[in-house]
């Protein structure tokens, strides 16, 4: 049985684990655990207890949360929440079996994001933007994600300390707490570059403490993510794209014009900072000179030397 396990709550001790040892983030916790006490709740109404399940019992529950109209894919990510319980608890020897080892739930259906052509891209980030601290802020949110095809979380934390704008270098906290470097072609870094006056003045103005947050709302405080989810489905909807737009879409479009302008998959893979990919070898390492010549050669917004270099 795991340290400290509490026979009497193995859910809550479970997201103890999941929270201290594995630093699972806030919002994952709250998924675990809501689909986890559903479970357990639906268990009790038959009078059964968390160590007594059964495969056949976890295959019940799944379908009939597919008859209540749960998507595949909220079906897939419980039964997720259910494996690594179970898995947790058996190797913890608090069960003799573990009834979700091999369970698979219903197939999700694989859909494309959506991209932006480049002319889309072009129509986006020429609308109008205006002078003031907010029009710049998000021009530069906007350069960001396509130059660099960082995730949504990732943008919205990057740091002032991460940038090395004379190098068109930006430092990324991946999935895992996994480092990246990615690279700002010369929009990216002209429209960095434009907003930090803009971010120092949003500061002096608040009177506040510098959070060292590099995209701040007008109050001096660090954007979350879900600011900058937003900002990119405003900023599409102004520039009169047909289709909506998240920065998923910005990541997928920056993914597929450098692969249709002869990028290699290897190196897509470094730059959207993908664990693994089975058309490549998981070893090999791409340095970061190999890739400026690839993003240079690529991307539609490139040139991320230097000038003069």
């Known amino acids: 049985m795991p340290a400290g396990h ?22 994952t916790l709250r998924a675990y655990g809501s689909d986890l006490r559903a479970f357990v709740a639906w268990l009790g109404a038959a009078g059964r207890a968390l160590g007594e399940t059964t495969r056949a019992e976890l295959r019940r529950y799944l379908v009939e949360l597919e008859q209540q109209g749960l998507a595949a894919t909220s079906v897939q990510r419980k039964l997720a929440s259910l494996r690594g319980l179970f898995d947790w608890l058996h190797r913890g020897s ?26 889309e891209v072009d129509l986006l980030l020429q609308q109008p933007f205006d002078d003031g601290p907010q029009g710049q802020r998000d021009r530069a949110i906007l350069e960001v994600l396509y130059s660099t095809g960082c995730r949504v979380s990732e943008c919205a934390g990057m740091q002032l300390t ?57 109050y001096g405080r660090a954007l979350s993510s879900r600011w900058v989810f937003q900002t990119v489905v405003d900023r599409a909807r102004a520039a009169g794209l047909q289709a909506p737009l998240t920065p998923h879409g910005l990541r997928h479009s920056f993914a597929t014009h450098l692969l249709d302008r002869g990028a290699d998959l290897r190196t897509v893979q470094e730059l959207l900072g993908h664990a693994r990919l089975v058309t490549t070898e998981i070893n090999t ?25």
């Open 94 to 119: 608090a069960i003799a079996k573990n009834p979700a080892k091999l369970l698979k739930g219903p197939k999700a259906q694989q859909r494309v994001p959506r991209f932006l052509t480049t002319a």
């Open 6 to 27: 509490n026979v009497n709550d193995p859910v809550e001790d479970y997201l103890h684990w999941l929270r201290s040892e594995r630093r699972k983030s806030a919002a």
């Open 162 to 218: 991460d940038l090395d704008l004379e190098a068109g270098l930006a430092r990324v906290m991946g999935k895992g707490r996994k480092q990246r470097l990615s690279l700002l072609g010369g929009p990216a870094r002209a429209a960095i570059a434009a907003w930090l006056p803009h971010r120092r003045t949003l500061l002096q103005q608040a009177h506040r403490t510098d959070p060292g947050a590099l995209w701040l709302n007008r």
């Open 285 to 309: 390492h791409v340095s970061i000179g190999r890739l400026r010549d690839v993003y240079d050669q690529a991307h539609p917004h490139g040139r991320v030397r230097a000038a003069g270099s």
